[in-house]
Each structure stands twice: as structure tokens, then as C-alpha cells.
């Protein structure tokens, strides 16, 4: 696989970077920000702030960046949800709690979870030294199509380091996962078919918990295995050699969306991101972080 070169400002590192080392530097960091899709607190601050429990706190806390938007823009943004999944609770949460008020809640409920799941880690040197990576790493990224980016790239930088690391991390993600809807807009793949064919690799998210989670019916299931067949991307064993390959070229699409920052760093400064985020990432786990899951991005 060709190494991967993208434009950068002018005086900064264009050095080519091996595409593999941009999915681990974004599967080092993903934790940072997504475990508090899962940790107690969020939940806890959340509704404290007006929300309901459930998946209100999940739309309105991951949209509230966007402003007060309508079930159609978290539909569009987040991508694989069920529209009726979305619509119980957008915009409706706006009327119980503002935009504003929740995202002072999540960045309160990011705080304290990650200061109980680092423990020691979480007022170190290496948060601090990642967290300004990150941040650097982050002032390549452009709003362009990128909706929940521009949203939370829009809101002011937090003081504390381990709210640095844990805003850049949530920048970081965005961006990707905002690139990763236009690679399979352009794939053809609808929401609920996203999430077929992303189950049929069979890496750690089943169908079951996929329809649990996205709100998808047995009945539109079926119809979209079905559509899938039709296209000749499914068949009775499951993907097809057809599927497997759109598959394996969105990754590569998501990988050259979200380049940027890393051929920013450059190899080394990237490699040092790999390292200090797989081991704050292995705290987080084995202090419990992902003890609940279910909310991977299809």
C-alpha cells in the first residue's frame, strides 16, 4: 500500500507517513474520548443538567455542540441511527436542558471519569504531553462537510491538561468519523446498511447489539440484508468478495480523510501519540471503562 501524502500549511512537516501507522495513531486515541459514551458519569451530569437517563443523554450530549438541532441534523450527522430512534428524544431534550448547559455537563462528566478511570495517570506529564500534541495535531483540521467537527471545533479550548487531551481527542474523532459518513455516502451505503456490513466482518459487533443500540426493527433488517444481496455485496454466508472489498476501500477512503494531522507530527512525533495513548488506553480499560458497550461507528 502506498504510503499516504497530503497537503499541509506551508512550513509544516509534509513527511509521508505509512497509512497503516494513521489507523493505529486514531484507534490509540479513540478511547480518550469515546469512553464516556460509557462511563457512569456522563449520565449522571447529564441528567442533572434536565436530560432523561438513556439515549437522550447519548443524541443530546454528543449534538449539543451543533446547537439546538432537530432530529434531522442528528440523523444526518450521526448517520446509522434509526430516524425513530432519534426522533424520541430530539429535539425534545432542548426544551428540558440548552445546548450550552449540557456541554458544560459533559465537560464535567469527561473530567471526572477520566480522573477516576487514570486514577495517578490522570495529573501526569504524559497527559500533558499528549494533550499538546493532540492539540497541535488538530490545527490542520478543516469545518468543510464536517459538521459535528465544526460544531465542537467552534467551542472554546478548556485550561486543564485533561480536558486538552480529552477536547482534542473529541476534535479528532469528529473529524474522522465526519469523513467516514462522506466515504460511505460516496460508497453508496445507506445508515442501516453501514451497519450490516460493517457486523458481517464480525469484529466485535453483532447484528443483535447493533439493532438494540440503533433502534432498527427484525423487519428493516432484513430489508436491508436483502438490498444487499440485490447489489451483490451479501449472500447467505455473508459478505460477499465484492462487499469485503467496498468495505476494505472505505477504511482506506476514512484513512486519507483523516490524514492530516498525523502528517503534521510527522512519523516519530505520531509514534510518541501511539505510545502514550495505548497506555492511558489500557488504564482506561482496566479500570472498567468499557464494562458497557455497543456504540461502534459503522
Not at 500500500?1 to 486514531?26: C, E, F, N, W, Y
Not at 478548556?158 to 460508497?187: K, M, Q, Y
Not at 450490516?196 to 423487519?219: D, I, M, N, Y
Not at 469485503?244 to 482506506?252: G, H, N, P, T
Request: with cysteine; net charge negative.
Amino acid at each position: 500500500m502506498a504510503r499516504v501524502r497530503r497537503m499541509v500549511p506551508t512550513g509544516q512537516s509534509s513527511a509521508a507517513l505509512d497509512p497503516k501507522q494513521i489507523a493505529r495513531a486514531h484507534r490509540a486515541v479513540e478511547l480518550l474520548h469515546s469512553h464516556v459514551y460509557f462511563a457512569p458519569e456522563t449520565e449522571e451530569h447529564l441528567t442533572a443538567a434536565g436530560l432523561r437517563p438513556g439515549r437522550m443523554c447519548y443524541f443530546a450530549g454528543r449534538s449539543a455542540a451543533m446547537g439546538p438541532v432537530g432530529a434531522g441534523t442528528v440523523i444526518a450527522t450521526f448517520y446509522n441511527f434509526s430516524p425513530t430512534l432519534v426522533a424520541r428524544t430530539i429535539p425534545e431534550a432542548w426544551t428540558l436542558a440548552s445546548p450550552e448547559r449540557v456541554l458544560a455537563a459533559r465537560f464535567d462528566a469527561a473530567r471526572a471519569s477520566l480522573t477516576r478511570l487514570l486514577g495517578d495517570s490522570a495529573s501526569s506529564d504524559e497527559v500533558a504531553e499528549l494533550g499538546e500534541l493532540l492539540r497541535e495535531a488538530t490545527t490542520v483540521l478543516t469545518p468543510e462537510g464536517r459538521a459535528l467537527y465544526a460544531g465542537h471545533a467552534d467551542l472554546p479550548w478548556p485550561e486543564e491538561p485533561l480536558l486538552v487531551l480529552w477536547h482534542a481527542a473529541t476534535l479528532l474523532r469528529e473529524h474522522r468519523g465526519d469523513g467516514h459518513v462522506a466515504a460511505l455516502l460516496h460508497s453508496g451505503l445507506s445508515g442501516i446498511e453501514a451497519l450490516v456490513t460493517h457486523t458481517a466482518l464480525g469484529r466485535g459487533f453483532t447484528p443483535e447489539a447493533a439493532k438494540a443500540t440503533r433502534g432498527w426493527s427484525e423487519q428493516e433488517w432484513a430489508d436491508a440484508v436483502q438490498a444487499l444481496a440485490d447489489r451483490g455485496l451479501m449472500d447467505d454466508a455473508g459478505l460477499t468478495e465484492e462487499g469485503a472489498e467496498l468495505r476494505a476501500r472505505l477504511e482506506v477512503h476514512t484513512d486519507a480523510l483523516s490524514a492530516d494531522p498525523w502528517l503534521l507530527l510527522g512519523p516519530e512525533r505520531t509514534a510518541r501519540v501511539i505510545e502514550i495513548a495505548k497506555e492511558l488506553s489500557r488504564t482506561l480499560v482496566a479500570n472498567g471503562a468499557l464494562a458497557t458497550s455497543g456504540l461502534a461507528r459503522g
